[in-house]
């Protein structure tokens, strides 16, 4: 397996505009995450979703953030409108059991 | 009581050195402790990882100490090597039957010099 595949790595957007980030999970994993990492913050979940339902979206920062996942093997998660606070280095993980989640390369986002 | 506390926030050792990265937690319930280890650029990647039925787990170079009274784990890097330069974060989780999530410490940036 590729392991935990996001796309892009890199993405730099002017504020205002709309951010799509993507993420293909391990197969047959159950379990998919979304997380921002940042210097001040270090990592933070937002949302992660069980069998593409998601079970816990408490760490979305604001309506601005949207996630989904229409199958087993592709998730979104959409910043709209972007602002440059929202600068940081997203990952996607996944996983089959509690704690053994695998990461994706991350998505490095610029909003300038 | 959620938060898992990690010290130090940056360490360097010499070549050959002992790392020691500690981390405290409040709930009680966190029953999955691991260990993550994050190069820059990468992702964080699954280093290892203990259960608090166990006092010790060693892997290669790499032990996780755990002491379930005091609500304490740490990682020791024994014969620590330039290429052990990296960022670690200890984790936690609990058994939850509505899902499965991990709470991060705040990560150690450690450097080792040659």
């Known amino acids: 397996d590729a392991g935990v595949i996001q796309s892009p790595r890199h993405e730099v957007t002017e504020m205002g505009q709309e951010v799509t980030l993507r993420c293909k999970p391990i197969s047959g994993h159950d379990y998919l995450f979304w997380y921002r990492q940042t210097m001040m913050r270090g990592l933070e979940l937002l949302i992660y979703f069980n069998n593409n339902v998601p079970i816990d979206d408490s760490g979305m920062p604001e309506d601005r953030f949207s996630a989904k996942m229409p199958n087993a093997s592709f998730s979104t998660l959409k910043i709209q409108p972007s602002e440059p606070r929202d600068s940081a280095v997203y990952f996607c993980a996944s996983s089959l059991i509690v704690g053994s989640a695998f990461f994706g390369q991350g998505t490095r986002l610029t909003v300038v | ?84 330069s990296a960022t670690y974060f200890c984790a936690a989780s609990t058994k939850e039957t509505s899902g499965s999530r991990l709470t991060f410490g705040e990560g150690t940036q450690l450097t080792v010099n040659p």
């Open chain 2, 1 to 84: 009581q959620q938060q898992v506390k990690q010290s130090p926030q940056s360490l360097i050792v010499q070549k050959g050195g002992i790392s020691i990265i500690n981390c405290a937690y409040e709930n009680t319930a966190f029953d999955y402790f691991p260990w993550y280890q994050q190069f820059p650029g990468k992702g964080p990647a699954l280093l290892i990882a203990i259960r608090p039925d166990v006092s010790e787990k060693k892997e290669g170079r790499f032990t996780i100490s755990f002491n379930k009274s005091a609500k304490q784990f740490s990682l020791h890097i024994m014969d620590s090597q330039p290429g052990d």
